[in-house]
């Protein structure tokens, strides 16, 4: 790194690069995905479906756009109730694409409770508090947590933590990939994330 006094998310961006400049295109071996996604894919960045996470316009830095939603990254499922609606109100949308209404939440504005749950605070046009953002490239797609062990998978060039990804391909027969349902990546072609390791620790 060259400039000594970059700010910490500067220091993460520029991992960030070089993580991808290390990574050698020739793993690929052709196989990212062009055209049209399968129907019911949705893009994990956007949640838009018709085009793969790869042609995502998008900008990933996360105060570049506001996004049209709040994401409900760092809420577990379990404590979101699923809508079709998007305007709900506090609706969120999802990893997988849908919208959910934090349990939580939901029973706030049944009672009419003016009290926010800590990870909806930074609506009422009061500023957010001091909080540590955790880019969304170092959150693993699976376990939606930090990732641990951090390693790319060939097919689409996603990062998962090594156990996650591990688990999740020798779950299927296909060995399917769950980011852009490649199938047949052998765990064995799983890259060590070293840059996004070091970025974490
Ligand atoms: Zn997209
Ligand atoms: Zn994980
Ligand atoms: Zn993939």
């Given at each position: 790194m060259s400039k000594a006094n970059s700010t910490e998310l500067e220091k993460i961006k520029a991992m960030m690069n070089q993580s991808t400049k290390d990574f050698d295109p020739?793993?690929?071996k052709g196989k990212v995905p062009t055209g049209q996604p399968p129907p019911g894919y949705k893009c994990y960045k956007c949640g838009q479906a018709g085009h793969y996470i790869q042609n995502c316009l998008v900008k990933t830095e996360t105060n570049a756009i506001e996004p049209r939603f709040?994401?409900?990254?760092?809420?577990?499922?379990?404590y979101l109730t699923f809508t079709n609606d998007p305007?709900?109100?506090g609706a969120l949308l999802t990893y997988s694409g849908q919208f959910a209404v934090p349990t939580i939440d939901k029973a706030?504005?049944?009672?009419?409770k003016k009290e926010r749950p800590p990870f909806l605070l930074g609506e009422d046009n009061t500023p957010p508090p001091e909080t540590k953002v955790i880019p969304q490239e170092l959150l693993c797609l699976i376990c939606k947590d930090l990732l641990r062990d951090a390693v790319l998978i060939p097919c689409c060039g996603n990062s998962f933590?090594?156990?996650?990804i591990r688990n999740k391909l020798l779950e299927t027969e296909d060995h399917e990939c769950p980011s852009c349902h490649e199938q047949d990546v052998s765990p064995d072609r799983l890259i060590a994330n070293r840059q996004m390791r070091r970025a974490i620790v």
């Amino acid at each position: 790194m060259s400039k000594a006094n970059s700010t910490e998310l500067e220091k993460i961006k520029a991992m960030m690069n070089q993580s991808t400049k290390d990574f050698d295109p020739s793993n690929y071996k052709g196989k990212v995905p062009t055209g049209q996604p399968p129907p019911g894919y949705k893009c994990y960045k956007c949640g838009q479906a018709g085009h793969y996470i790869q042609n995502c316009l998008v900008k990933t830095e996360t105060n570049a756009i506001e996004p049209r939603f709040k994401r409900s990254t760092g809420i577990p499922n379990s404590y979101l109730t699923f809508t079709n609606d998007p305007t709900t109100p506090g609706a969120l949308l999802t990893y997988s694409g849908q919208f959910a209404v934090p349990t939580i939440d939901k029973a706030a504005y049944e009672i009419g409770k003016k009290e926010r749950p800590p990870f909806l605070l930074g609506e009422d046009n009061t500023p957010p508090p001091e909080t540590k953002v955790i880019p969304q490239e170092l959150l693993c797609l699976i376990c939606k947590d930090l990732l641990r062990d951090a390693v790319l998978i060939p097919c689409c060039g996603n990062s998962f933590c090594d156990e996650c990804i591990r688990n999740k391909l020798l779950e299927t027969e296909d060995h399917e990939c769950p980011s852009c349902h490649e199938q047949d990546v052998s765990p064995d072609r799983l890259i060590a994330n070293r840059q996004m390791r070091r970025a974490i620790v």
